[in-house]
């Protein structure tokens, strides 16, 4: 069963093409990266997979439903970080929490439970009173994914995740996409990391100018090169 | 380089009042036609506002000697209006901009950066002094004889005057940058100093009104104390009215010598005042059980938190809540005064309380918090836009907010006037209806604006609240609304009808256009609002 399916999307800004004719299919238990160089389509793809981005032609279905037909039953499912965290910066840590909560409906023991847990693991618990405007960027981060996961989503969309966090954070972060995966979740993430998405994902995309290079199992992907050097080659044709 | 960052500057500023990021590109004639007849009916406003006061008092003053006072008070009154316009947005483009750190980063001197940011400023009091100087000028030309070197004088004299409001709204917005920078409960703080502010400026306008007369009347008296208190303005007056080369050259100096100060002291200190950030004492987290809430309930509370949080945004917004709340309380003090106005003007009885019904209605019109609403989203709109709720409760949720805010003043200022007025029950009726009704046809009508005229692109709030085309169109729209309908009663159907009638009428107009506001938000609004920005 496919959790995220993309199917042709075509994406236009004025004349230029930034998505052309996309179609992925990521599995259920799949950590999916997405890989292209600056400008490939990566921000837009993800954007359009999370229904706020509308596109010109192909479809998307969230775990089999339409996000043209069902936007709002697809976002329910789907959590969603985005390349910079931009927050409500007038709101302490606490409360954007217990507002996702609350947008999600997340019952109260269970966004109680998660909250704490969560921000235990990032080490952020301390300043969950303070306003955000006074977060580093990567408590920032941390902020964004601790709101992705509070509604335990089945699917995770992840613009360049990694950036910005620490080493410790990092690793937790991973650990947390493996377990969603194993929980019957996917991921879906872009990454300028090769070295992250070799060791992490189970399958890969790379995209080169809006248009689909090569898609598979990383074994299918890399064969018995490094991810780096089959990238290089790709771009370098 | 220093052209390039002036003109950064410039186009900002422009672009602040007649750019709104969705149209950027395809900008139709049509609107921009639209725009032009605004802007054009706003200057026209404001100019003959200015006419009117020069035209009164510049034949009493100047007939009996005291021209010079006369382009003293001018003068005056420039300085006033400049520096109450310019002072927020000092302090926002000076001390607080998010810009700031990165030029500081750039191989760009700081007085560079200072003095780009000081031309702007200076540009818009210039805006701000024409609608003042200009008509006076006129008035004066109507009436006497000008010669080359008195326009001469006026001219050097209208390049230098705005120094001194800029001089004065540079210390004061850094003296606000220090103090907000040092205090825990900095929005309440700030709210509180401007209301303050604001209050002492409306008793000095009114003030000034009151004793237009005695003005005139003891000009002698006044004058003397202009040319002894007042230096500048009283050289300015003296040096047009009478070609005195000296005191040209005194007002210059007046003007000149204090900004160039306050200019050496912020270049010198410019990178040592943006780059400190004292900071604030750390409040530790404890866990404590969370409220739990429906998903509508918490869009709403975002919103009010929003606003409670920026005392720019209240300030701004809001101010109609402040005068309706002193409307009522006026009310409650002075109840005797509509019976004698009634006991001079008995034609007026049957008008003096639908009239009072009026006035709530354009108090209440005066706040515009829901119109910059969508803008202040900034870059965080993809947050609501990739959440599972509907465009329209989003939307809705900002209209909620407007009045959740005005309501509450508005049913004071309507029992106020049911408790002290002697009102039939149609007009107690009419009361309670009429002035809520406008309260949220400018609810949703600010979210409506907005979705169409929405400004994503601000470095600073205060651009989103106050230099946008959204709280422009709602500013005037819903005074419009209220003065309209008046001018149309007294000039086509006062026979006609009842003034309680028309109202009835209105108000069943007024709920059509709420219905369908709510009506396209809900619908048509919130396809637009999914993919906005
Ligand atoms: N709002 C926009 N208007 C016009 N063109 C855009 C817009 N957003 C993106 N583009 C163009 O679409 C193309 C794809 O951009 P996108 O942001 O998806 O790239 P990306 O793969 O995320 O790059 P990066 O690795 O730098 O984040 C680029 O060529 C970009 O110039
Ligand atoms: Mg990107």
């Known amino acids: 069963m496919r959790m995220l399916k993309i199917e042709h999307l075509t994406k236009k800004y004025g004349d230029k093409t930034a998505v052309d004719n996309l179609s992925l299919h990521i599995k259920k238990g799949m950590i999916y990266g997405f890989i292209g160089h600056n400008g490939a389509g990566k921000t837009t793809t993800i954007k359009s997979c999370c229904g706020i981005l509308k596109f010109d032609n192909g479809e998307i279905y969230i775990d089999g439903v339409s996000i043209k037909e ?165 771009e370098g044709e | 380089m220093l052209k390039a960052l002036i003109i950064t500057r410039l186009k900002a500023l422009y672009g602040s009042f007649f750019h709104s990021s969705r149209f950027k590109k395809k900008r139709r004639g049509s609107f921009k036609i639209l725009v032009a007849i605004f802007a054009l009916y706003i200057i026209a406003t404001f100019f003959f506002m200015f006419f009117g006061f020069f035209h009164a008092i510049c034949q009493p003053m100047v007939s009996s000697g005291f021209a010079w006072l006369y382009f003293s008070i001018a003068s005056l009154t420039a300085i006033v209006l400049c520096f109450i316009g310019s ?113 002492f400026y409306f008793y000095f306008i009114f003030q000034t009104n009151r004793y237009l007369q005695v003005l005139i009347e003891n000009i002698h008296l006044i004058g003397s104390k202009i040319g002894s208190f007042v230096f500048p303005v009283y050289h300015f007056g003296l ?71 920026s005392p720019m945004y209240i300030l701004n917004a809001s101010l109609g809540v402040v005068f309706t709340l002193a409307f009522a309380v006026a009310l409650i003090i002075y109840r005797d005064l509509p019976n004698l106005i009634i006991k001079d003007y008995p034609q007026l009885s049957t008008y003096i309380n639908p009239l009072l019904i009026t006035m709530i209605c354009l108090l209440s019109s005066s706040n515009i918090i829901s119109a910059p609403s969508i803008s202040l989203e900034g870059k965080s709109i993809w947050i609501v836009q990739s959440f599972p709720v509907d465009g329209s409760d989003v939307l809705l949720a900002k209209a909620k907010m407007h009045m959740v805010i005005c309501l509450p003043p508005v049913f004071l200022a309507s ?20 002035p809520a009704l406008v309260t949220v046809f400018c609810a949703l009508f600010g979210v409506v604006i907005n979705l169409h005229f929405p400004k994503f692109d601000w470095l600073n709030e205060t651009v989103a609240v106050k230099q946008s085309m959204s709280t422009g169109i709602a500013m005037f729209a819903s005074m419009a609304v209220i003065l309209l309908p008046a001018i149309l009663y007294g000039l086509l159907f006062m026979q006609a009808m009842s003034v309680e009638l028309f109202m009835f009428i209105f108000a069943i107009i007024l709920s059509a256009v709420c219905l369908w506001m709510y009506r396209y938000l809900k619908t048509k609004g919130s396809a637009i609002f999914a993919y906005l920005g």
């Open chain 2, 415 to 434: 029992l106020a006037c049911i408790f002290t007025m002697k009102f039939s029950l149609v007009q107690i009726f009419l009361t309670l209806l009429l």
């Open chain 1, 70 to 234: 069902d936007p709002l039953g697809c976002k329910r499912k789907l959590a969603y970080i985005p390349d910079n965290p931009y927050l409500y910066e007038f709101l302490s840590g606490i409360k954007y929490l217990n507002f996702v909560a609350d947008i999600f409906d997340v019952p109260k023991t269970e966004r109680e439970e998660r909250i704490k847990k969560y921000a235990d693991l990032f080490e952020l618990t301390d300043d969950l009173a303070q306003p955000i405007s006074s977060y580093s960027r990567g408590m920032k981060q941390k902020l964004a994914i601790i709101s992705a996961l509070i509604h335990d989503p089945k699917l995770v969309i992840m613009d360049e995740p990694f950036v910005g966090l620490d080493p410790k954070a990092t690793h937790y972060l991973k650990n947390i996409m493996r377990k969603i995966c194993d929980n019957g979740g996917a991921i879906f993430f872009s990454t300028h990391v090769l070295e992250v998405a070799e060791k992490l994902c189970d399958e890969v995309a790379i995209i080169r100018k809006g248009k689909l290079v090569i898609s598979g199992t990383m074994e299918e992907v890399k064969g018995n090169d490094s991810l780096e050097d089959v990238f290089l080659e790709l």
């Open chain 2, 239 to 309: 040096s047009i009215a009478e070609e005195n080369i000296s005191s040209l050259v005194l007002f210059l100096l007046s003007a000149i010598v204090p900004f160039a100060i306050v200019y050496a002291v912020l270049a010198h200190n410019f990178i040592k005042i943006t780059t400190t950030k004292k900071g604030l004492t750390r409040i530790k987290y404890k866990e404590q059980p969370l409220k739990v809430g429906s998903a509508k309930s918490a869009l709403l509370k975002k919103e009010l938190n929003r606003f409670y949080t």
């Open chain 2, 87 to 199: 002072v927020f947005l000092t302090k926002a483009q000076l001390f607080d901009a998010q810009d700031n750190e990165l030029l500081m980063s750039m191989p760009i001197p700081p007085g560079y950066i200072l003095l780009s940011r000081i031309a702007m400023l200076l540009v818009l009091n210039y805006i701000f002094q024409l609608f003042i100087l200009v008509p006076a000028g006129i008035v004066y030309y109507m009436n006497y004889t000008v010669t080359a070197v008195g326009i001469v004088f006026f001219i050097i004299e209208f390049l230098f005057l705005p120094l001194i409001p800029l001089t004065l709204s540079c210390i004061f917005g850094w003296l606000l940058a220090v103090i907000s920078e040092r205090v825990r409960n900095k929005s309440l703080i700030t709210t509180v100093m401007s209301l303050f502010f604001l209050a």
